[in-house]
């Protein structure tokens, strides 16, 4: 029922579902992926979808204005309480609009889902509040805050939109985007002139902006998106101050920077995970409970017994050895 109603709000304003490919590349976008072997190509490899992120900014190219997938998603990340190694997204992406049509859209969305699907619960602010990353530091002490005016009530429900988040973080001496490569990044002014902001990322990287928002309830990340960069040039050296050469980035990315050479309109989007929004309407303490035939915190299936060996057949037809760390 809830996803259904999701599919008939977001079919009201023109949005249109379009599944994307499981099988897809690897490519550096933040979480590892998993692998998947290929038989007819040995020695090449699939990996799972992190996200539909290429495949839905490739559509805004095709003319694909407005689209959704109730996406699957997944990622080999270590164990944590909220997370699952595959997951279920709400994803959608459109073109030709601003940062507050996006919102504006997801805001209205999780209103009347709520309102019909769970009457009993309350927002406590709509407008949902919008306030900056730094903003978010200084009064809350992080970027998850819990704005609850009772947090030990169940059917209480606080959103809030955090927006203009740094584009970079350094983590062990290493420059990383805070939300994926993709995001625009905009000077600390707001402005998003291309021949400044190569400049920037040329000389001081780390005083950039960028256009990322993340949806925030009770505490925790539901959701988040961005608009995206659209100029190749922009790109590119993103991926460069990440520590890519531009050879690494035309194999990796080659795809999307042709497709974008022909010229591809503004866009953005967002993701809203299923998983957790659903373990919050529902008053559970962990994602597990709301999803059928879960992974433990460790990763493992122990009803299908997985992740589990496979025969010497298989890995010989694969042409693949299995090395294995001595005990």
């Known amino acids: ?25 690897s490519t550096p976008e933040g979480a590892r992926d998993y692998l998947v072997p290929s038989r ?7 990996a799972l979808p992190q996200s539909p992120q290429q495949y839905k900014q490739l559509l805004m190219v095709a003319g694909i204005e407005r689209y959704f997938q109730i996406a699957r998603c997944f990622r080999d990340e270590d164990p ?14 459109m073109s030709y609009i601003e940062r507050d049509d996006i919102l504006n859209l997801i805001e209205e969305m999780i209103i009347e889902t709520i309102q019909n699907l769970y009457p009993e619960k309350k927002i406590t602010k709509i407008p949902f509040p919008r306030i900056s990353y730094q903003e978010a530091l200084s009064l809350y ?23 203009d988040f740094p584009m970079f973080e350094v983590k062990k001496g290493k420059f990383e985007t805070m939300h994926h490569p993709f995001t625009q990044p905009k000077l600390p002014d707001g402005k998003k002139d291309k021949e ?20 925030v309830l ?11 960069i659209v100029d190749p040039d922009v790109l590119i050296k993103v991926f460069e101050i990440l520590g890519y050469n531009r050879r690494e980035v035309e194999e990796k990315f080659g795809h999307l920077l042709t497709a974008f050479s022909y010229g591809v309109p503004p866009h953005g989007g967002i993701a809203i995970g299923v998983d957790r929004l659903l373990m919050i309407l529902e008053n559970e303490p962990s994602i597990r409970e709301v999803i ?22 298989q890995l010989k037809e694969l042409k693949l050895k299995v090395e294995l760390e001595d005990e």
């Open 141 to 163: 002490g992080g970027d998850k805050p819990d704005l609850r005016e009772n947090p030990d009530d169940p059917n209480e429900l606080c959103f809030i939109f955090i927006v």
């Open 40 to 46: 007819i190509y040995p020695g090449k490899f699939y």
């Open 1 to 25: 029922m809830f996803l259904l109603f999701i599919r008939n709000f977001l079919d009201s304003k023109g949005l249109i579902e379009i599944e994307t490919p499981i099988l897809t590349k």
């Open 80 to 93: 944590r309480g909220d997370r699952q190694p595959e997951f279920t997204q709400i994803d959608l992406e």
């Open 218 to 228: 009770n505490g925790y990340e539901i959701g988040g998106g961005s608009l995206r």
């Open 292 to 313: 059928a035939f879960p992974k433990t915190g460790e990763g493992r299936d122990y009803m299908m017994d997985s992740p589990s060996e496979v025969s010497q057949e």
């Open 196 to 215: 400044e902001i190569l400049k920037v990322l040329d000389s001081s990287p780390e005083i950039l902006l960028s256009e990322q928002y993340d949806l």
